[in-house]
Nanobody, 125 residues
Framework: QVQLVESGGGLVQAGESLRLSCAYS????????MGWFRQAPGKEREFVAA???????IYADSMKGRFTISGDTAKNTIYLQMNSLKFEDTAVYYC???????????????????WGQGTQVTVSS
């Protein structure tokens, strides 16, 4: 079992920054690919970014250059630094844990086995 707890969401103005955190626990958690997804009201859940155990990263095209995913194994935490936030970034952001020891970076939600409860990010225009 892997447990995930997101934090850091909130209300910001367009152009501002926010950093989300995802604390993970569980015996195999540190070797798993970890991803961030988001879901806006009335829309499907979409991929944001992922990082694997080698700290390789991948981003959705619309987030490249604005968002940065990183990990701190000493703190069992991954982060999502979000800069130049836009109104359309408003969503619930979810942290997810995927396959172990993978060299690839999964970007589909079905590839992730464990999910956090989500944290709300609201960007005012």
């Amino acid at each position: 079992q892997v447990q995930l707890v997101e934090s850091g969401g909130g209300l910001v103005q367009a152009g501002e920054s926010l950093r989300l955190s995802c604390a993970y626990s569980g015996r195999t958690s540190s070797s798993r690919a970890m991803g961030w997804f988001r879901q806006a009201p009335g829309k499907e859940r979409e991929f944001v970014a992922a990082i694997n155990w080698r700290f390789d990263t991948i981003y959705a095209d619309s987030m490249k250059g604005r968002f940065t995913i990183s990990g701190d194994t000493a703190k069992n935490t991954i982060y999502l630094q979000m800069n130049s936030l836009k109104f359309e970034d408003t969503a619930v952001y979810y942290c997810a844990a995927g396959p172990r020891l993978t060299a690839t970076l999964p970007s589909a939600s079905w590839q992730y086995e464990y999910w956090g409860q989500g944290t709300q990010v609201t960007v005012s225009s």
